[in-house]
């Protein structure tokens, strides 16, 4: 069956623009997670969701970036104002309910700034 | 979550086995040991966990020290498909809710 999705897979971005990465889920899956991954590093929490509802942003860096997922399906990471700091691979990550241990994830988008 | 500590490198010939160390000797009495790995240019996949008895599935082996403060991932004929980075994790049961906490795991490096 279709694994997690990520889009696009590369982004560059100049310094100070608005970006949005899309991360489409294992269908029917309840939890998701968006990572940021700095090269050389292993990813790093950023947000959770459980369904629609926004559980945990204490990873988020900076009042810049925001996360969404509306229908508790696809959700969106946007970063505002884009900076230098901000180039990393983005990762997302799903698992069927709350309590499963296994997280399923996507390609992840890579994101350079300039 | 307890923390773990990983050798930076190691490299495997094809075909033999490859043992990746891992450290955990502040893990709590009901927290489990995760393996997962990332290949270049992909995400990390989950490869076993276990808990204190040893385990084993299609890709790998985990044997857990009797103290359960180490650990040692398995792949018994290592191929130049598992060249990776490896990350031991420990987690508490149902952490389902929380993030995967990752450190700079393993670079495995098979050579043929």
């Known amino acids: 069956g279709a694994g997690v999705s990520q889009s696009p897979r590369y982004k560059v971005a100049k310094r100070g623009q608005d970006v949005a990465l899309r991360c489409d889920p294992i269908?029917?899956?309840?939890?998701l997670f968006w990572y940021q991954q700095a090269l050389g590093q292993g990813p790093e929490f950023l947000t959770y969701?459980?369904?629609?509802?926004?559980?945990?942003k204490s990873g988020l860096p900076s009042d810049r970036f925001f996360a969404e997922r509306p229908e508790g399906s696809v959700s969106t990471l946007k970063i505002q104002r884009t900076q230098q700091e901000d180039s990393a691979v983005y990762l997302c990550?799903?698992?069927?309910?709350?309590?499963?241990?296994?997280?399923?994830f996507g390609p992840g988008t890579r994101l350079t700034v300039l | 979550d307890a923390k773990t500590t990983q050798p930076t490198s190691m490299d495997c010939a094809e075909g033999r086995a490859a043992n990746l160390p891992c450290n955990h000797s502040t893990i709590s009495g009901n927290e489990y040991v995760y393996w997962y790995r990332q290949i270049h240019s992909q995400g990390p996949q989950y490869i076993i966990h276990?808990?204190?008895n040893n385990e084993t599935n299609e890709m790998a082996s985990l044997i857990i020290t009797e103290d359960r403060k180490s650990s040692t991932l398995i792949l018994p004929h290592a191929t130049l498909r598992d060249t990776a980075v490896y990350y031991c994790?420990?987690?508490?049961?149902?952490?389902?809710?929380?993030?995967?906490?990752f450190g700079k795991g393993t670079r495995l490096s098979v050579i043929a």
């Open positions: 969701f459980q369904n629609e509802a926004q559980l945990d």
């Open positions: 994790i420990v987690r508490a049961p149902n952490s389902g809710n929380t993030p995967l906490v």
């Open positions: 269908s029917g899956h309840v939890s």
């Open positions: 276990g808990l204190k």
């Open positions: 990550a799903s698992t069927p309910y709350g309590s499963y241990n296994e997280q399923f």
